[in-house]
């Protein structure tokens, strides 16, 4: 493997990160979104806040990590992105700044209209900021970002019919692993009835996922031809253990094994962003930019690889530190209220 | 690789956003480097002495700490992204260049961020004293993150680790490129800049409340310990400002003219204190004569170089914003190194805080005056190193994003960011407010 492909390897690890992690913080806030009222609401966003609360900080680092080693790696394909794709990468921003702060503002206060007024705030940019990274990648993916500065249709690049399809289908796998995760979560809080409710929505959010994945497809075969090809081509295994992961998911659920559902359902949204990197290897951006192309030089890909390489040293343990200690019960009380 | 030309376009809307947004997260980004320092110290004075004044400080102080670290995270993401969207033309040729500090405070940000979730949500699942060092990661990852950030715009300054022949890069050293001469004196300086804006700042909140008469122990501590901290690393801050100075002087002799004022290369030239700069010279200066020579090259007669030696179009456009940027960064540096003296003469006399209000109000003028010190620090550097964006490399406007309507994200952040400046105001006054010891 090439130095180059070792580290586009370790900026979709990256992705995938994101995706799963930071992926579910935004689909808890959808949840957060829809969970009811203020009274009748209560139970679901204090479960909500509780899972999320220590790991969502951790968890979005993830986006800056794939930033920064794309920007090192691959400038070219950093420049072009970010030149065309400016208008839904500054909104996505905009999403990321309102949310991370209406959460911790949220925990600050007390009155029902301030903590209706900083939840409003964080649950819709959980939806917004997933679009726009969503209708990105799909810009991206449909070939609509060609190489260089600003090269593209500002607009037209991200608001065809590809894009926003990928928009969606963020938001709705968003929702699909954060539900997952939460009646996991809610079963360790013993309360029995958060669990029976976000069992439904995990099985609704997986249906419409795997319902917005399939009507995908076709959305790809009219606009987007070259990436349908490397799916049902080169990336034909990974959609099948993805579709096949999905289904085992909502069995799971369905039968109450939730533990195990979160490692299918995380395997099956894994599989699907493999799958589009399996089928357009090795381009970055159609035509005309591949890995090898957009490589930074050999001595720095070197450097940011053994840099990443002594930091997950320290950031492997580090992780699963964070994520063990707040998977077990707290010894002493439950969460605060919010 | 090629270097890819951008079609040229006008910086000012760009230049806007990125100052904008840059000058609101480096106050948030100060406190997420010093603030974790003051808790933790507060947290094992609490823990060694059973001092309830401390451990309360310690509680206190981490719920303010993760308000502020939040916002500043995700304020500091938006710099991410506004590097591509924005600066497109230098991230396209020089991203490869600049990454490796990137990358590496990538990993120390990650680090922050995952001890800060256990040592903020962890106070009832840890024995106090792993507690404890769990608070540790976050404040080494923060002056680590600080150090390797500044790397990045030290870079900027006096860029070194790459060759460029025929129009492509061919060489990169991206260990060369982050230890630029400028990495030393740049990031020594804003790491202190960050720990002295977090130690008057804070103390400066304890100072406002004693003029309101709360006297307690627990409003004494709050502003002793961050204002002692603050205090001993001024005087450090004014010898690191001196070296970073003489290091502009040297590797960028444009910028120092633009710092003094100075219009043309000069032997023994004078130290000019404020006035503007205007058709071509300084007017209303106080000279200081061969001041500027002995302070740069430590010799009264030393030729200093004056915005003259390079051409019109190579010099920064608002020299009187540099200059009187500069002026007021080291009067209010001097001021509050009296502010640091008068403290530890009232100690060395009696072991006590003085005692009258002026000394309080002082106090409370000092998180401001520290915040305004920074930057106007940062002014002075950026606005100093115009019309380039990499030193004598690559020109503003040749690595902006030239799409159009650029300005209305400028807009959308000045919005944005009033409404966040307001509330997160308001949540810090209120977590200030409850829970006051009675």
């Given at each position: 493997m090439s130095l180059a492909n070792a580290l586009a390897a370790v900026m979709w690890i990256g992705v995938t990160c994101y995706a799963l992690f930071g992926g579910a913080d935004f689909g808890a806030g959808f949840w957060d979104l829809v969970a009811g009222g203020a009274r009748r609401g209560a139970a679901q966003r204090r479960l909500i806040e509780h899972s999320i609360g220590p790991v969502w900080e951790a968890n979005h680092v993830w986006l800056i990590f794939v930033l920064v080693v794309m920007w090192t790696g691959f400038p070219a394909l950093f420049g072009a992105v970010s030149s065309t794709l400016w208008i839904p990468l500054t909104l996505a921003a905009f999403g990321v700044i309102v949310r991370g702060s209406a959460f911790a503002f949220r925990k600050t206060v007390t009155a029902t209209w301030q903590q209706r007024s900083f939840g409003a705030a964080f649950a819709a940019s959980s939806v917004i900021t997933p679009f726009f990274l969503g209708a990105t990648a799909g810009a991206v993916a449909a070939r609509r970002v060609p190489p260089g500065i600003g090269a593209g249709r500002p607009v037209a690049s991200w608001w065809n019919p590809v894009s926003v399809m990928t928009g969606v289908l963020a938001v709705v796998v968003c929702a699909y692993l954060a539900a997952v995760y939460l009646t996991a979560d809610a079963r360790r809080s013993g309360d029995a009835s958060l669990v029976a409710q976000f069992r439904g929505r995990a099985l609704g959010a997986g249906v419409a996922a795997g319902a917005v994945a399939a009507a995908g497809l076709l959305f790809l075969h009219a606009d987007a031809a070259a990436l349908y090809h490397g799916l049902l081509h080169r990336g034909l295994p990974l959609v099948i253990i993805s579709a096949a992961a999905g289904v085992v998911s909502l069995a799971l659920l369905f039968r109450s094994y939730f533990r195990t559902a979160r490692l299918t359902a995380a395997l099956a949204v894994t599989a699907v962003l493999w799958a589009w990197a399996a089928a357009q290897?090795?381009?970055?951006?159609?035509?005309g930019l591949t890995i090898g192309g957009a490589a930074a030089n050999r001595s720095v890909l070197v450097a940011t690889l053994v840099s990443l390489g002594v930091g997950a040293v320290l950031l492997v343990p580090s992780l699963s530190w964070l994520y063990i200690l707040f998977q077990r019960p707290s010894q002493s009380r439950p969460p605060p209220a919010a | 690789m090629a270097l890819a030309a951008a079609r040229v376009a006008d910086p000012v809307a760009a230049r806007s956003q990125m100052g904008f947004s840059l000058a609101w997260h480096i106050i948030l980004a100060c406190f997420g480097v010093g603030f974790p320092g003051l808790v933790i110290f507060a947290e094992w004075r609490g823990l060694r002495t059973g001092d309830a004044a401390y451990r309360l400080l310690a509680r206190r102080w981490a719920k303010v700490l993760g308000v502020l670290f939040a916002v500043g995270a995700v304020s500091g993401t938006i710099l991410s992204v506004e590097l591509g969207v924005l600066w497109s033309g230098l991230m396209t040729n020089y991203g490869q260049v600049i990454g490796l500090p990137f990358a590496i405070e990538g990993i120390a940000f990650f680090i922050e961020a995952i001890f800060l979730g256990i040592y903020l949500y962890g106070w009832d699942r840890l024995p106090p004293k792993v507690h404890l060092l769990s608070g540790l990661p976050i404040f080494a990852a923060g002056l680590a993150s600080a150090f390797f950030v500044v790397c990045a715009n030290a870079w900027m300054n006096t860029p070194t680790g790459f060759t460029v022949s025929h129009g492509r890069i061919t060489h990169v050293d991206p260990w060369a490129a982050m230890f630029n001469p400028a990495t030393g004196p740049e990031t020594a300086h804003m790491i202190l800049a960050a720990l002295m804006v977090t130690g008057f700042g804070v103390a400066s909140v304890y100072a406002v409340a004693m003029l309101r008469g709360r006297r307690d122990r627990y409003h004494r501590l709050g502003l002793l310990i961050p204002l002692t901290g603050a205090a001993i690393l001024t005087p450090v801050q004014i010898v690191v400002g001196d070296w970073a100075a003489r290091m502009v002087a040297t590797y960028q002799p444009t910028k120092l003219a633009a710092m003094e004022g100075l219009a043309s290369t000069t032997k023994g030239a004078p130290e000019a204190l404020f006035g503007y700069f205007s058709g071509g010279r300084l007017h209303d200066a106080l000279h200081i004569p061969d001041g500027l020579s002995l302070l740069a090259r430590l010799n009264p007669h030393a030729a200093i170089q004056g915005l003259d030696a390079v051409p019109a179009s190579d010099r920064p456009p608002l020299v009187t914003l540099v200059h009187l940027s500069f002026d007021l960064m080291v009067s209010i540096g001097f001021g509050l190194l009296a502010l640091g003296a008068w403290l530890a003469w009232s100690w060395w006399r009696g072991r006590e805080v003085p005692r009258t209000a002026w000394f309080l109000r002082a106090v409370g003028v000092s998180g401001i005056a520290a915040v305004a010190a920074m930057e106007l620090g940062w002014i002075t550097t950026e606005v100093g190193r115009q019309p380039w964006i990499v030193y004598r490399v690559l020109r503003v406007a040749n690595a902006v994003n030239p799409e159009p309507g650029i300005q209305y994200g400028f807009y959308a952040v000045v919005a944005i960011y009033a409404v966040l400046t307001v509330i997160t105001i308001a949540v810090l006054r209120r977590l200030a407010t409850t829970g006051q010891p009675t």
């Open positions: 290897y090795p381009d970055l951006l159609g035509p | -």
